[in-house]
C-alpha cells in the first residue's frame, strides 16, 4: 500500500508534501516516514496517509468555483476613501490623551 507524507518543519508551517512510503499498515507507514522524512532533518510533525484517501478538486470541473463567489472588498482598506482630516484627529486625540495623562499623574504628586 502506497501512503503519502507531508511534513511540517516548524510550528505554524504549512505541512509540504514530500513524498511517499510504501508499506503494509499505518503503524509501519509512520515509521518509515520518519525514518525517510524527519531523520535527517527534524520535523516538526508529518501527515501520513492513505494514497487512495486524498482527493482532489479540480477548478477546471465543471460546477467548481475555487476562491469564493461574493465580492468581500469592504475587507481592504484600500477601498474606503479617507481624507487628510482622519489623521489630523487622531493626532489631535492623541495629544489629548497625552495632557491628560500628564494631568493625572501632576494631581497624583
Given at each position: 500500500?502506497?501512503?503519502?507524507?507531508?511534513?511540517?518543519?516548524?510550528?505554524?508551517?504549512?505541512?509540504?508534501?514530500?513524498?511517499?512510503?510504501?508499506?503494509?499498515?499505518?503503524?509501519?507507514?509512520?515509521?518509515?516516514?520518519?525514518?525517510?522524512?524527519?531523520?535527517?532533518?527534524?520535523?516538526?510533525?508529518?501527515?501520513v496517509?492513505?494514497?487512495?484517501?486524498?482527493?482532489?478538486?479540480?477548478?477546471?470541473?465543471?460546477?467548481?468555483?475555487?476562491?469564493g463567489?461574493?465580492?468581500?472588498?469592504?475587507?481592504?482598506?484600500?477601498?474606503?476613501?479617507?481624507?487628510?482630516?482622519?489623521?489630523?484627529?487622531?493626532e489631535?486625540?492623541?495629544?489629548?490623551?497625552?495632557?491628560?495623562?500628564?494631568?493625572?499623574?501632576?494631581a497624583?504628586?
Amino acid at each position: 500500500m502506497i501512503w503519502e507524507v507531508f511534513r511540517q518543519e516548524k510550528a505554524k508551517e504549512y505541512h509540504t508534501h514530500v513524498g511517499n512510503v510504501h508499506a503494509p499498515n499505518a503503524e509501519l507507514a509512520k515509521q518509515y516516514a520518519q525514518i525517510m522524512h524527519a531523520r535527517r532533518k527534524p520535523a516538526k510533525s508529518l501527515w501520513v496517509v492513505p494514497k487512495d484517501e486524498i482527493r482532489t478538486v479540480d477548478a477546471d470541473e465543471p460546477g467548481i468555483e475555487m476562491g469564493g463567489t461574493t465580492q468581500k472588498q469592504y475587507r481592504w482598506a484600500t477601498n474606503y476613501n479617507t481624507d487628510e482630516t482622519f489623521a489630523e484627529e487622531i493626532e489631535a486625540s492623541q495629544r489629548e490623551q497625552e495632557e491628560a495623562e500628564r494631568d493625572l499623574a501632576e494631581a497624583d504628586k
